[in-house]
């Protein structure tokens, strides 16, 4: 099976600075979170949580096709529940 992102809902742990969204593959949920620090160069120190939120979110939705496809490789290295994605894992696409 491939991983699919049909749901198109995203959203912000403050708790764990992190974008969650979903993946399915087939009937199975795959969660992942993007930490903020691999969105932006902003943090709470300096634009505070909500501004960091948006910012994050607005990063993620630019992104969003490349972040999929970060999501796709890091599930076909070994399939897990929940995946969190730091700006190393990003990195590791451009090279």
Do not use: Q
Request: proline share 2%.
């Amino acid at each position: 099976m491939t991983l699919d992102f049909p749901n198109r809902s995203r959203s912000f742990d403050e708790a764990r600075n992190a974008v969650r969204f979903i993946g399915y593959d087939g009937t199975f949920e795959v969660r992942f979170m993007v930490e903020a620090p691999a969105l932006t160069t902003s943090d709470r120190k300096t634009v505070g949580a909500e501004a960091l939120e948006a910012e994050c979110l607005a990063a993620f939705d630019a992104a969003r096709g490349s972040i999929h496809d970060v999501a796709r490789a890091s599930y076909g290295r070994g399939r897990r529940t929940t995946y969190i994605l730091t700006a190393a894992d990003f990195r590791k696409r451009k090279a």
